[in-house]
C-alpha cells in the first residue's frame, strides 16, 4: 500500500461547508507537505507542517499532524467552489523526495 | 516568467521508442526531481539530482536515465518506450534545507501506443 494514504478519496461538498481530508503515513518524518492539483495541472505547494508540531494555520487552511498515530488532516474552511481539485499529502524521504499518498478529490458545488 | 516548464506538453509515440521530456527551471534551486503519475494519480518519485547526487527509487527501470546539461535543466530520457510508460510526467525543484518545499512543472503527458 500506498505511504501517506488519504482519506476519503473523494469528497463533495457545498460551497461555505467546511471540507477534511485525512492522511496517513508509515515511516518517521520531518515533516509533512500538502500539495493541491488543479485538473490537468502541476502540484502546488499549499502548507507544511514540521514534526515538532501541532497544528499550523494558513488562510483558511488548517493543518493538524498526530506523529504518534502516524496521521495528518487537512481542513479547509468555508469553502468555494474554487477550491475543487485533488489534494496530496507527502512526506519527506532521502534526497529530498517526496512520497506522496493517493490524493482526495474534492468537488465544491456553487 | 514560468518558473518550472516541461516540453512538450503532450508526447505521442509508438512503444519502443526513444524519447526525451526537457525541464527547465529558473528558480535557482539546487534540486531537481521526476516524478510519475499514473491513471489513478498516484505519484511516485523517480529521481532526485543535484550537482553532487542522483538518488535513484530502486522501482524505476534503468530505461529511464535523468540528464543534466547544466543546473538549470533536468532532462528525463526514455529508452524502449512500454506501454506501461504511459503517464503524466513532473519535473519540480526545491532546495534541501529549511523550506523543503518543491515546485512543480505543468507536465508532460506521454502515451505509448
Known amino acids: 500500500s500506498q505511504q501517506g494514504e488519504e482519506d476519503p478519496q473523494a469528497l463533495s461538498i457545498q460551497e461555505g461547508e467546511n471540507a477534511t481530508m485525512n492522511c496517513s503515513y508509515k515511516t518517521s518524518i520531518n515533516n509533512l507537505q500538502w500539495y493541491r492539483q488543479n485538473s490537468g495541472r502541476g502540484l502546488v505547494h499549499l502548507i507544511l507542517?514540521?514534526?515538532?508540531?501541532r497544528e499550523k494555520h494558513s488562510g483558511r487552511l488548517r493543518v493538524t499532524l498526530d506523529t504518534s498515530k502516524k496521521s495528518s488532516s487537512l481542513l479547509i474552511t468555508a469553502s468555494r467552489a474554487a477550491d475543487t481539485a485533488s489534494y496530496f499529502c507527502?512526506?519527506?524521504?532521502?534526497?529530498?523526495?517526496?512520497?506522496f499518498g493517493g490524493g482526495t478529490r474534492l468537488m465544491v458545488k456553487p | 516568467d514560468t518558473a518550472v516548464s516541461q516540453t512538450p506538453k503532450y508526447l505521442v509515440t509508438q512503444m519502443g521508442n526513444d524519447k526525451s521530456i526537457k525541464c527547465e527551471q529558473n528558480l535557482g534551486h539546487d534540486t531537481m526531481y521526476w516524478y510519475k503519475q499514473d491513471s489513478k494519480k498516484f505519484l511516485k518519485i523517480m529521481f532526485s539530482y543535484n550537482n553532487k547526487e542522483l538518488i535513484i527509487n530502486e522501482t524505476v527501470p534503468n530505461r529511464f536515465s535523468p540528464k543534466s546539461p547544466d543546473k538549470a535543466h533536468l532532462n528525463l530520457h526514455i529508452n524502449s518506450l512500454e506501454l506501461g510508460d504511459s503517464a503524466v510526467y513532473f519535473c519540480a525543484t526545491g532546495t534541501s534545507g529549511s523550506t523543503d518545499t518543491q515546485y512543480f512543472g505543468p507536465g508532460t503527458r506521454l502515451t505509448v501506443l
Open positions: 507542517i514540521r514534526s515538532n508540531e
Open positions: 507527502a512526506s519527506l524521504s532521502r534526497g529530498n523526495m517526496l512520497t
